[in-house]
């Protein structure tokens, strides 16, 4: 009898998942056509839908078009039961949003970050989102987890292996976070949850193959293949900025040498601009770049040529749908891509290019910021769902 009733409640779990899948992916439905959809009969979706409505996820919001007979009620899902937050925590900024459970933003902050030792930023860290935490409204379920995404290798436990733009190793970031809030915490790699953020909110809507590619201080890859994130057996891949592009060049904090990020970064841009006596501050490079200063916007067209080196060896290992530029240095678009489009196509293989979309950021420098809530709102449905 007890495995009876176990057997029962796991498939009344497994169909309320069903239910709720549907309603997520078809708003607004009728009983019937989530019936229709999923193949569970009328009795069973009723009961389930019930169940729902009193957990307060899913409501009803009126009549749709009869087809004869009664017209249907239409159900949707309560994107304000729950709230997250998303992190990107960069090695000189920290960028936050809180969400409804849908990925509307309710609130986002942004501030620099001027020390990137683990104990500074996590005096900085925490207030941070408490104050995004602090400005949830009232829901059934409150702040259901929050979502970080960081500019280094992450373990399966959440701790950060190592970040060398931050000099961080072995930093245990989640267990940090689960001590100081209470809620579930995910931690990924920065240019993944990037990769999310443009599939779900962004311009990678629909894009089976893709490779996001994230220009900040350093550059990092998240890879989706088959619209699903691709990690690696270890959860470490996509670290194509380390990839060298110099055989015998300058060194990098990473133990390599000549690597990709060394040239075609936001950090390689300060480097060359203060060569040249301008100011190692992005937002004043692209304010001069915009008034028309030719330098400027050479050091810009070298960055672009230097990224395109990159990017065509992507597009010849992964052939991918897609290649998506965001971070910060997505901003500075219209001085990068002429260079990076005319080197891809003179290295990138003529059949890998054909079908080679390549992209900048719908998001432009908050692609990882939405794909760390996502991170929190997926972790959220996959507990609703198990149950």
């Not at 829901?139 to 979502?147: E, L, R, W």
């Not at 993944?192 to 089976?208: P, T």
């Not at 194509?240 to 990473?254: E, F, I, Q, T, Y």
């Not at 395109?308 to 990068?336: C, D, E, T, Y």
Request: with cysteine; net charge negative; aromatic share 6%.
């Amino acid at each position: 009898m007890t495995t009876k009733t176990g057997d029962q409640a796991l498939i009344k779990r497994m169909n309320t998942a069903i239910v709720l899948e549907a309603i997520l992916l078809g708003e607004p439905l009728s009983r019937a056509r989530i019936s229709d959809t999923t193949g569970l009969n009328k009795a069973t979706v009723s009961s389930l839908v019930q169940d729902l409505i009193d957990n307060r996820l899913v409501r009803e919001i009126g009549t749709g078009v009869s087809s004869g007979g009664r017209k249907p009620v239409l159900l949707e899902f309560i994107a304000e039961a729950g709230y997250a937050v998303g992190i990107d925590l960069g090695v000189n900024y920290l960028r936050g949003v809180l969400t409804d459970l849908r990925g509307r933003v309710v609130a986002q902050r942004e501030i620099p970050l001027t020390d990137p030792d683990p104990e500074e930023v996590f005096k900085v860290l925490r207030p941070f989102i408490r104050q995004l935490m602090d400005e949830a409204p009232a829901s059934p379920f409150g702040v259901v987890g929050i979502g970080v995404g960081v500019p280094g290798l992450v373990d399966r436990n959440g701790s950060v292996l190592f970040a060398p733009n931050m000099g961080w190793r072995d930093v245990p970031l989640r267990e940090a976070l689960d001590r100081a809030f209470h809620v579930p915490v995910l931690i990924d790699n920065e240019a993944n949850v990037g990769a999310l953020g443009e599939q779900k909110y962004g311009i990678g809507r629909g894009i089976s193959n893709m490779v996001y590619v994230s220009v900040g201080i350093g550059i990092g890859t998240g890879l989706i293949l088959h619209r699903e994130l691709y990690k690696g057996e270890s959860g470490f891949s996509g670290e194509l900025g380390h990839l060298s592009v110099n055989a015998h060049g300058k060194p990098c904090r990473c133990g390599n040498r000549g690597c990709w990020e060394l040239y075609a970064s936001e950090q390689a841009l300060l480097e060359r601009a203060a060569e040249s006596g301008y100011p190692r501050d992005l937002n004043a490079l692209l304010a001069a770049a915009q008034d028309g200063d030719a330098q400027v916007q050479a050091l810009l067209a070298d960055i672009g040529e230097y990224l395109g080196v990159g990017i065509a060896n992507i597009v010849n290992v992964f052939n991918p749908n897609a290649v998506i530029i965001g971070n910060r240095l997505s901003r500075a678009q219209a001085w990068l891509e002429p260079a990076m489009r005319r080197t891809v196509e003179e290295r990138a293989l003529g059949f890998h290019l054909r079908n080679a979309h390549l992209l900048f950021a719908e998001l432009g420098d908050r692609s990882a910021v939405m794909g760390a809530v996502e991170l929190a709102i997926a972790a959220f449905f996959d507990r609703l769902k198990s149950a």
